[in-house]
T-cell receptor, first 118, second 112 residues
Framework: GAVVSQHPSWVICKSGTSVKIECRSL??????MFWYRQFPKQSLMLMAT?????????EQGVEKDKFLINHASLTLSTLTVTSAHPEDSSFYIC??????????????FGPGTRLLVL | QKEVEQNSGPLSVPEGAIASLNCTYS??????FFWYRQYSGKSPELIMS????GDKEDGRFTAQLNKASQYVSLLIRDSQPSDSATYLC????????????FGKGTHLIIQP
């Protein structure tokens, strides 16, 4: 199946610093990638849709100036959490649309990045 | 507002029995439906996708879709302890440009 990687898998930072998370599609090109956030005991919530070569589309309530998204190529999207605060501590998961072996398009998830802001 | 509802559980099922997981959705325009399995601390893993009314079988898993009732279900036959996880129902309205709307998940426990 399609493989999506994320880096780093874990990050601990001080309040006020910025953190960059990378999401890569390893064996396919993805014109669209998605960023989700999951708080403990909660489901995944879509934060934004990342489109290669254009501005990201943010969901209602997600601050675009705080969560900067760059989709520089067909295999890489980055999420930068700027001036992180403890309430930003969460599990950040990206996904990419893939069509393995000509089947229907499906979202494949990366392994996630756990962010802890002290 | 798009909503996907699931019973949070926990749902406890004896090993070897059939586990039945249910999901309802509010957006009648939804086109694609997915079941993901999520182990604690891990990201979701796709189990099944279904796009048209009826049943779709893949090994021990069967997905059922009823668009008139806005209802999706997942059956797991011959349940194994390794099936213990949280199962997330996800819905997609349109095509590849849309993100998924997830339910909160059902915590399934398979008792040995």
């Amino acid at each position: 199946g399609a493989v999506v990687s994320q880096h780093p898998s874990w990050v601990i930072c001080k309040s006020g610093t910025s953190v960059k998370i990378e999401c890569r599609s390893l064996d396919f090109q993805a014109t669209t990638m998605f960023w989700y956030r999951q708080f403990p005991k909660q489901s995944l919530m879509l934060m934004a849709t990342s489109n290669e070569g254009s501005k990201a589309t943010y969901e209602q309530g997600v601050e675009k100036d705080k969560f900067l998204i760059n989709h520089a190529s067909l295999t890489l999207s980055t999420l930068t959490v700027t001036s992180a605060h403890p309430e930003d501590s969460s599990f950040y998961i990206c996904s990419a649309n893939g069509r393995p072996s000509g089947s229907s398009e499906t979202q494949y998830f990366g392994p996630g990045t756990r962010l802890l802001v002290l | 507002q798009k909503e996907v509802e699931q019973n949070s559980g926990p749902l406890s099922v004896p090993e070897g029995a059939i586990a039945s997981l249910n999901c309802t959705y509010s957006d009648r325009g939804s086109q694609s439906f997915f079941w993901y399995r999520q182990y604690s601390g891990k990201s979701p893993e796709l189990i099944m996708s279904i796009y048209s009314n009826g049943d779709k079988e893949d090994g021990r898993f069967t997905a059922q879709l009823n668009k008139a009732s806005q209802y999706v279900s997942l059956l797991i036959r011959d349940s194994q302890p390794s099936d213990s996880a949280t199962y997330l129902c996800a819905v997609l309205r349109g095509g590849g440009a849309d993100g998924l709307t997830f339910g909160k998940g059902t915590h399934l426990i398979i008792q040995p």
